[in-house]
């Protein structure tokens, strides 16, 4: 098996999310949102501010499905 993944220096946000360690899932978004479209995929919503960025595994397969559509055309 091969482990795969990108550095990400955050910044560090001023605020607490309701859940603490999820902090740094949220950081990550929002730096590489900074270069380009970044979602958040998360099975807990409520534990996120309500942004379109964060999503439910379900619907970032609905964007992946539209995106792959709309290439298509």
């Known amino acids: 098996m091969t ?3 990108v550095f ?3 910044e560090t ?3 607490d999310l309701p859940d603490t ?3 740094v899932f949220y950081e990550v978004a929002m730096e ?3 270069l380009e479209d970044a979602y958040l995929v998360t099975g807990n919503l409520r534990h996120f501010p ?3 960025f964060v ?3 379900r ?3 609905d964007i992946i499905i539209e995106d792959a559509q709309e290439g298509n055309n």
């Open 8 to 10: 990400v220096d955050a």
């Open 59 to 61: 619907q970032m397969l």
């Open 50 to 52: 309500v942004k379109p």
């Open 3 to 5: 482990e795969r993944g």
């Open 55 to 57: 999503v439910t595994p």
């Open 13 to 15: 946000l001023t605020w």
């Open 21 to 23: 360690k999820d902090k």
């Open 32 to 34: 590489e949102r900074k």
